[in-house]
C-alpha cells in the first residue's frame, strides 16, 4: 500500500453532500407506507408486507442511476444489495458493509404519511396538527434547523428511512467525487427489522463484507456497540378444574399461582424502573387464561451474560415456591435465547469501532458511546460472525407520533459515514 491519505476536513466532505436531494429522497419514501407485520413474526414470510417489496424496487432504480455502483440487486426476500468498488490501489482493500432497513414499526399509525418540513425552526414547541405536539425541550439543540415531522396523525419512519437515504446519498457523493477514496463498499436494506425478522435470511457469505454497520441509530455521533442479552422465559402453570360448587380440597387453579408468581418478581427489577446499564424481568402477556392451564410470556434482559442467567435461576427459584403453595400445580419454565450482546463479537475487530469514532470525530462531532436497551440487526449479525455496530441516522422519538429528524443531522449523519470510510482507507498497512 502506498497510498497516503489525509482526512479531508469536515467542510470539504460535508460540501459534497447535496442535502436537498437527499431530503427529497427521504421524503418520497416516507410517503410509501412499508409497517412490517408482527403476526407474520413467527413464519417464513419475509418480507411480511409487500410494500417492502415496492420500496426495495424503487431503491433498485435508484441505485441504477449512480454510477460506478454494481452488483445491484433485490433478492426474494425483498433484500437490496450493491457494491461500490473501492478506488485504491494495493491488495488486501477492506470491503466495509452499509446497512439500514426497509420497514417502519407499527406502535403509532403509519397510513398517509405527510412528510411536513418546519424551515429554520426558531424554538417553542412544534404544533404538528391534531393534536401532537413535539416539545420545545426535545428540540433545544435544534434552533434554526429545518425540522421534518408528520402531520401528528402518523409515523415519520425515520427509523430507518433516514438511514437508506443517508446511504444513498454517500454513493451519490462517491460516485461524484472520484477523488475521495473509498474501501470496497457494500451496501444492503433489508426488510422486517422492527419485527426482528430481516437479518434471519440475510446471506452474510454471500454479502462478502469484513465488518459493516448499520445506520439505524438517532443523534449524528453516536455509536452503539452493546445490547442486551435477551431471553423469552414462557412458565405454564397447569392446575385442575372441578365444578365451583364441589371444589372444595379439590381445585386447584392455575391463575391463582400464576398471578402469585407475578407477585413475587421483583419489583425494582423492570423496565419500568430500570434505566442505564440495569437488566430486568418483564412479563409481557397471559395466554390459556383459565384454571386449568395459564401460560405468562416474561422477557429477561441484561448486558451481562451471567447476569441474564442469574436472573433466570431466580424465575426458577420463584416458580418452586409457588408450586409448593399451591398444592397439586405443577409449573414448567421454558427459556429461549433470543439475541446476544454483540459487544462480545464486536471486540474481536475492534477496529470497527475504533475507525467509527475517528470518523465522528473528524466531522466535528462528539462521540456518543452508549449501550442499547434492546437488540438491532446488527446485534444479530455481530454474533453470525459479521461484526456491525450501529451509527446514528439523525432520527429521534421514534416509534413515535413525536418523531421527527432534522436536514442537518442527516448531513452530518452522511458526513460520518464517509469520514468513516475514509478511516478505514487511512489506516491500510503502508
Ligand atoms: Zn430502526
Known sequence: MSTEIKAMTTSQVSNFINTQRMIGSFIKMAKINTVSDESKAETNEIPSTKSQIELAHILQDDLKQISGL?????????????????????????TVGLLAHLDIADDVPTDNIQPTIHENYQGGDLKLGHGTVIPASDLIEHIGEDIITTDGRTLLGADDKAGIAEIVEVLTVYSEHPELQRPNIKIAFTPDEEISRGCDFFDIQKF????????????????ENETFNAHMVKITFSGKDVHPGYAKGKMVNSLRALADFIARLPRDEAPETTSGRQGY????SIEDKSVSKSTLTMIVRD????????RIERIKQIAKEVEKLNMGCSIEVN???????MKEAIDKKPEVVEYAKQGIQDSGLQVIDKPIRGGTDGSRLSLRGLPTPNLGAGGQNFHSLREFVTAQDMKKCATVIINTLSAWVRNLKK
Open 70 to 94: 454494481v452488483e445491484i440487486d433485490v433478492d426474494k426476500n425483498a433484500v437490496v444489495t450493491a457494491t461500490f468498488p473501492s478506488n485504491v490501489q494495493g491488495t488486501n482493500i477492506p
Open 208 to 223: 462478502g463484507a469484513d465488518a459493516a454497520y448499520t445506520i439505524d441509530g438517532s443523534k449524528p455521533g453516536e455509536i
Open 281 to 284: 424481568i418483564h412479563p409481557i
Open 303 to 310: 448486558f451481562d451474560y451471567e447476569g441474564s442467567l442469574n
Open 335 to 341: 427459556v429461549k435465547e433470543q439475541y446476544r450482546n
